[in-house]
């Protein structure tokens, strides 16, 4: 079984700055891409970041020039930190990432989600 685990979620200012951690855990022979998503109320999931295992980073274009995605192959772990934070920030931030177990074939794996508030 394949585990991703967020933290680092809260209530923060307009401005203030946030640090997201994702683990991943369990039978886990690989890891290619990584990334993070984030659902508003009342809108669609959307991609904002993400990371190969390359460490080659894209972004939305909402988040752009804020937020950095980063990862660390020997924990498994990918960051988000998010500078210069919006109330439009405000979301349910899930992590993502490509997993090949014993399985020869790489699987998408979500984290449970992080709740990120942003106030004005």
């Known amino acids: 079984q394949v585990q991703l685990v967020e933290s680092g979620g809260g209530l923060v200012q307009a401005g203030g700055t946030l640090r997201l951690s994702c683990v991943a855990s369990?039978?886990?022979?690989?890891?290619?891409?990584m990334g993070w998503f984030r659902q508003a109320p009342g809108k669609q999931r959307e991609s904002i970041a993400r990371i190969t295992k390359s460490n080659t980073s894209n972004y939305a274009d909402s988040v752009k020039g804020r937020f950095t995605i980063s990862r660390d192959n020997a924990k498994n772990t990918v960051y988000l930190q998010m500078n210069s934070l919006k109330p439009e920030d405000t979301a349910v931030y899930y992590c993502?990432?490509?997993?090949?177990?014993?399985?020869?074939?790489?699987?998408?794996?979500w984290g449970q989600g992080t709740q990120v508030t942003v106030s004005s």
């Open positions: 993502n990432a490509e997993i090949r177990t014993a399985v020869p074939v790489f699987k998408s794996y």
């Open positions: 369990g039978n886990i022979f690989s890891i290619n891409d």
